[in-house]
Antibody, heavy 121, light 107 residues
Framework: EVQLVESGGGLVQPGGSLRLSCAAS????????MDWVRQTPGGGLEWVGR??????????EYAASVKGRFTVSRDVSKNSFYLQMNSLKTEDTAMYYC????????????WGQGTLVTVSS | DIQMTQSPSSLSASIGDRVTITCRAS??????LAWFQQRPGKAPESLIY???SLQSGVPSEFSVSGSGTDFTLTINSLQPEHFATYYC?????????FGPGTKVDIK
């Protein structure tokens, strides 16, 4: 069974940092694109960033709103995926979801349960 | 960035009704469109990809059409488990963008 389990969310002050983790099981994450998608308190969904699969060198893409502040990465040995978030802003407050995507087809075929990040002083 | 719009933003319907949700892209996205369903308090779930391919396990009540800039998602016979918010997303170019969602609730 495919499972994605996020952790690492919490309350952080503006300007602070946080690292989210996504533990994958039931599949080899190196074979898939891995993304972070966030959902704001207002309900809108925003794609945050992607790490492409191994054949594509784990190259990355980011939304303009987070580029230069957020970094996606993987630990293949742990079958895990990460989101390092620096210089956090109040507008980064959201539920953060880890997703899996099949190369060349389904962009987000599996989702984790999410981890909540609150940026507030 | 490609802008995605959806209509209506919400609708009320009864069990057994047929409902249609429209998604429009600000430029041609060919068939690089996905649909997601989100029930209250849950993570989104994938329904459709490639504009017309149903994700494994998605019931046949769902049908889709469209390509280019205009797409529709139809639920042919609304069931209790279909009351949720539906989002479309384009994935032809970065940044991937979602529509604002259509909430389907019980009349």
């Amino acid at each position: 069974e495919v499972q994605l389990v996020e952790s690492g969310g919490g309350l952080v002050q503006p300007g602070g940092s946080l690292r989210l983790s996504c533990a994958a099981s039931g599949f080899s994450s190196s074979d898939y694109n891995m993304d972070w998608v966030r959902q704001t308190p207002g309900g809108g969904l925003e794609w945050v960033g992607r790490s492409r699969s191994e054949p594509y060198g784990y190259t990355t893409e980011y939304a303009a709103s987070v580029k230069g502040r957020f970094t996606v990465s993987r630990d293949v040995s742990k079958n895990s995926f990460y989101l390092q978030m620096n210089s956090l802003k109040t507008e980064d407050t959201a539920m953060y979801y880890c997703t899996r995507g099949a190369v060349g087809s389904i962009p987000h075929d599996s989702w984790g349960q999410g981890t909540l990040v609150t940026v507030s002083s | 960035d490609i802008q995605m719009t959806q209509s209506p933003s919400s609708l009320s319907a009864s069990i057994g009704d047929r409902v249609t949700i429209t998604c429009r892209a600000s430029q041609d996205i060919r068939n690089s469109l996905a649909w997601f369903q989100q029930r209250p308090g849950k993570a989104p779930e994938s329904l459709i990809y490639g504009a017309s391919s149903l994700q494994s396990g998605v019931p046949s009540e769902f049908s889709v059409s469209g390509s280019g800039t205009d797409f529709t998602l139809t639920i042919n016979s609304l069931q209790p488990e279909h009351f949720a918010t539906y989002y479309c997303q384009q994935y032809i170019s970065y940044p991937f963008t979602f529509g604002p969602g259509t909430k389907v609730d019980i009349k």
